[in-house]
């Protein structure tokens, strides 16, 4: 089984713009625990910084004492007193890192020798066994370099990286990681380079690969299936250092669903694990991410039509299956197939023309206003053409709108608005709330959505159904 090791933690915080507070890390560190992720990597932070311990050994401590099956993992550099920090984390594995090629001694470590590099690997792992660390990694940072021709120095020889490699592994390290650092080994050179060194230790070998070509995914998966390849490190979003490295959702989604290899995760929560990373940082997916409500919306008519029966023509049915977050979703557009109307019509007899007509009034308007229609417009143009009148919110469950509404509330007289507010602005999903006077006492700025997909409106109306006299919700387009 491919052991999982996720590092968003840790070299997620290398993506520029990317900070932690103490309690995202908490809520971070849960979900992947709650899905069974083996290994979660953490930083050192140093208190000459400005960093507190506090920031990171709470979760730590979180983790360790709420569940058994994941391996808090403190990084650290190879110095004896970055081993010392980290064995004040009380975490039960730490990893050391450091870079052996001729590039990053001479820049990097100010002309140190190779020598010195095996013995600072060598001295900082007999330490760590003495410490107690259970999980004992030694990164030897920029290995691929050593493989690959036209990027390594005449001193970069096979021999040094065995004689390394070898007394990393006689000096206790538990496992082996030889990274990708700078993301340039090609897909037809990652077989040759790992099962070169899985040829040298009779220690497990964990991969890290940077995505500087858009190759980490398919190096990854390339690796998992090596003899002597136990881990893999894995970030939400593929978040590191520049663009970053293998995609946690993709790298397990691929093992899972296509080759049945069971990672230990649980697979069909990994779309929660994002949400709550969401949630507790406000870092959205990319547009193309696998998860993102685009993968469950079809714009295409030819698409739409085959989708509205049966979506599994067009859409993944493992994604359907874990990753649809509800029902799938139509763009309303001058590319709009008539099956969408006649689904929204299907309870009232609508003849096939009534449904044409209507289909191409929103193709028109579209065509003329460059966007897509949203549901309200297609409430209007249904009830215009037809009189009759179908709910916004069924409508919304079909066609895709805008992800952000005003909620209209109006209240029952013996109640006072202090109460909601309280509650409802301490949702995240509410952008803004203001008292007003009239018809309407509260107006929202909210999503549509809350991270668990549920209707905002549908949490109001639950939760103070005695005090609402009704509620409106109109998309904001």
């Known amino acids: 089984m491919t052991v ?39 930083p050192i932070v140093y208190p000459s910084r400005g960093g507190r311990l ?31 920090l980290a064995n004040s984390y009380d975490a039960a594995g730490c990893a050391i890192f450091m870079a052996a090629t001729a590039l990053h001694r001479k ?9 010195e590099i095996i013995e600072r690997f060598v001295s900082n792992l007999e330490f760590m066994k003495d410490c107690g660390f259970r999980y004992r990694r030694a990164t030897v940072e920029d290995a691929s370099r050593f493989f690959i021709a ?17 007394a990393i592994q006689d000096a206790g390290a538990t496992i ?38 858009g190759n980490a995914l398919g190096n990854a998966l390339q690796a998992t299936f090596i003899p002597g390849v136990e881990e893999m490190n894995v970030s939400i979003i593929g978040l590191g250092t520049r663009n970053g490295i293998t995609d946690h959702y993709e790298f397990i989604a691929n093992l899972e669903d296509f080759y049945n290899i069971r990672t230990g995760e649980d697979r069909e929560r990994m779309r929660w694990v994002y949400d709550t990373f969401m949630e507790a940082t406000g870092i959205p997916l990319p547009l193309n991410h696998p998860l993102t409500s685009q993968c469950f919306i079809e714009k295409a008519g030819t698409h739409q ?6 979506p599994k023509g067009y859409i993944p049915r493992k994604k359907i299956l874990y990753d649809a977050k509800g029902s799938i979703q139509f763009e309303a557009g001058q590319l709009m197939s008539k099956q969408i109307i006649a689904t929204l019509l299907q309870e009232y007899n609508s003849d096939t023309q009534l449904i044409v007509d209507i289909t191409n009034e929103i193709a028109a308007r579209s065509a003329l206003r460059k966007r897509n229609i949203s549901p309200l417009e297609v409430q209007e143009i249904i009830k215009a053409k037809s009189d009759i009148h179908i709910p916004l ?38 952008e803004r709330i203001d008292e007003v006077y009239g018809d309407i006492d509260v107006i929202l700025v909210s999503q549509m959505y809350d991270i668990n997909g549920s209707a905002v409106v549908d949490k109001i109306r639950e939760q103070f159904k005695d005090h609402l006299l009704s509620t409106v919700t109109l998309p904001i387009e």
Request: net charge negative.
């Open 107 to 115: 820049d990097k470590f100010h002309g140190i020798g190779q020598n």
């Open 393 to 430: 919110e069924r409508i919304s469950d079909l066609i895709r709108g805008s992800d952000n509404v005003y909620i209209l509330l109006k209240l029952k007289p013996q109640f006072t608005a202090i109460n909601l507010l309280q509650e409802v602005q301490s949702w995240k999903e509410v």
């Open 176 to 213: 082996i990681s030889i990274p990708d650092t700078s993301g340039i080994l090609a897909p037809n050179q990652c077989l040759p380079f790992i099962e070169a060194v899985c040829d040298i230790v009779n220690i497990p070998v964990a991969c890290h690969f940077h995505n500087d070509y």
């Open 54 to 84: 506090e920031e990171v050994k709470d979760a730590i401590t979180m983790i360790q004492q709420n569940y058994t099956k994941s391996i808090p993992v403190i990084h650290a550099r190879a110095y004896r007193q970055d081993v010392e």
């Open 150 to 166: 036209e990027e390594r120095s005449e001193e970069d020889t096979p021999e040094f990286l065995r004689q390394l490699l070898l």
């Open 305 to 310: 039509s085959q989708v509205v029966q049966d």
């Open 4 to 42: 999982v090791l996720d590092t968003t933690l840790r070299e997620g915080e290398l993506q520029p713009g990317v900070y932690y507070t103490r309690e995202a890390r908490i809520a971070i560190g849960r979900a992947l625990a709650e899905v069974g992720t083996p290994r979660i990597e953490f």
